[in-house]
């Protein structure tokens, strides 16, 4: 008889050890004597759990209520939710653990507005990053700069419009660019002004510090633009301060057109005598897109007398070979107009390549439009000599090993300019879709030993000895 009463004793404990891992109640933890766990007690998990309970529990009961009203479900008020912290000190005006555990298995939970927002946002932001990753590794490569980016700092209104003419491709090749640049920074120093206890050799390389970074985040910096801009500053910083302000700005100016004389004008008269000399008659030149210096080679040796026709490869996006067709064509020079991929079929009959050059390197290494080294390339399997115009002040101490680590991306344009088609423009039009990227490279390398030579005022050198051309020049690019 005395085991009885022991039995009896023992049976409720189980029942109450199973209320409290279910989650003690206050009336729990009033009839067996322990007190609520405080914020601080609790670990994160705990609190992330009673959290998560709640808002399930305030899911629920909107759910309910809403097929009941006949309406949609209503965000409750945030000032109606009650904070979890109070809910664990008092217990007052919110559910207890047991309860909100009844009510979400009673139904399921309805997300909210704010969290489906979030989770569309989250997935946008997952499918743009899936878009690109096909294409990050060209990341690097500057890309073409808006229209309407705005100027920063103390910018001349004309470096803001050639800006714009640089970033929308109105400007193009390397002594284009480059005349355009020293004429306007000529404008920029006639309209500035020395401030106070400042002289002007010191204060006027900071203001075209700025007018040149606007012209950097409108398009990179060509190599050309750089050299002379490195010239522009040391004429500035070796101005005399005792000078008056207008007599040194007018004398910077002059330096500035006998810049842009002696190193592109003469420059390019004196390679034309040379490069013209390489053409005779009966002979079948081609040349790729467009270099102003090979287009007045050719003039200048149709102009003389000798009888040549000429190829003019080109490609997209840019087609630049129709404007030097163009030109060439107005003067009665016999033409033929081919896109790269025919070059294997004509480049049999060709004599000599003429193409020009962005910029060229202490390693006879030609950075050029992209395509000129495949042009080399095919005309060296084929034992056709190659020729680059360039002149000196293109030449650039760098050694670049290939066109992908420094590069920029032409326009995209439109493939379907000049395509036969038969059916409208909008069906064709490839732009802007989700998985499509545009890739246009605007420079390529041709490797020294794809060179014949190189013709630039300086005589014709050949490509393993570039890196003589600042000695030659008094170290003066």
Not at 392 to 419: C, H, I, Q, R, W
């Amino acid at each position: 008889m005395s085991s009885i009463p022991q039995t009896q004793h023992k049976l409720p404990r189980p029942l109450s050890l199973s209320l409290q891992t279910n989650g003690p109640s206050q009336n729990d933890h009033t009839s067996s004597g322990t007190a609520p766990k405080s914020q601080k007690q609790m670990t994160k998990a705990e609190r992330r759990e009673i959290q998560e309970r709640q808002r399930a529990a305030k899911a629920a009961k909107a759910a309910e209520a809403g097929p009941q009203t006949g309406g949609p479900t209503a965000k409750p008020p945030r000032s109606a939710a009650p904070a979890p912290s109070n809910s664990k000190k008092s217990g007052k005006g919110s559910e207890s653990p047991l309860q909100a555990r009844g009510s979400l298995a009673a139904g399921p939970s309805v997300p909210s507005s704010k969290s489906t927002k979030e989770s569309k946002a989250a997935a946008a932001a997952e499918e743009a990053a899936g878009r690109s990753r096909g294409l990050r590794i060209f990341s690097h490569f500057a890309l073409q700069k808006p229209a309407g980016h705005v100027a920063k700092g103390d910018v001349h209104p004309a470096i803001v419009r050639l800006g714009l003419m640089f970033a929308e491709f109105e400007i193009c090749g390397a002594n284009a660019r480059c005349i355009a640049t020293l004429s306007i920074f000529k404008r920029v120093i006639q309209d500035y002004t020395t401030p106070p206890n400042n002289t002007l050799s010191r204060h006027l390389m900071t203001h075209l510090s700025v007018q040149i970074g606007h012209l950097v985040s409108a398009r990179p910096m060509s190599v050309t633009m750089g050299n002379a801009i490195r010239q522009l500053k040391l004429e500035i910083s070796g101005s005399d301060i005792d000078l008056p302000e207008q007599d040194a700005k007018d004398a910077l100016c002059d330096k500035i057109d006998n810049y842009i004389r002696d190193r592109i004008i003469i420059a390019d008269q004196v390679i034309q005598e040379t490069a013209m000399k390489k053409i005779h008659d009966g002979d079948v030149v081609l040349t790729y897109a467009r270099s102003t210096v090979v287009q007045k080679v050719l003039l200048e040796a149709w102009a003389e007398g000798t009888q040549f026709s000429v190829i003019v490869v080109d490609s997209r996006p840019m087609l630049e070979g129709k404007r030097l067709l163009s030109v060439l064509v107005a003067a009665s020079i016999p033409c033929t107009y081919v896109l790269l991929p025919a070059l294997g079929s004509v480049i049999s009959e060709v004599s000599i390549v003429l193409v020009g050059a962005h910029s060229i390197h202490s390693n006879g290494a030609v950075f050029s439009r992209a395509g000129t080294a495949l042009v080399a390339m095919m005309a060296k399997q084929h034992s056709v000599p190659v020729v680059v115009c360039c002149e000196t002040y293109k030449f650039s101490e760098g050694v670049p090993l290939d066109s992908f680590t420094k590069n920029e991306l032409a326009p995209p344009g439109d493939p379907f300019s000049s395509f036969p088609r038969s059916r409208s423009p909008t069906s064709l039009v490839i732009q802007n879709q989700p998985n499509l990227e545009i890739l246009n490279p605007l420079y390529d390398l041709t490797p020294p030993s794809s060179i014949s030579a190189v013709v630039t005022e300086a005589g014709v050198i050949p490509p393993d000895s570039i890196s003589s051309i600042p000695l030659a020049l008094g170290r003066l690019v």
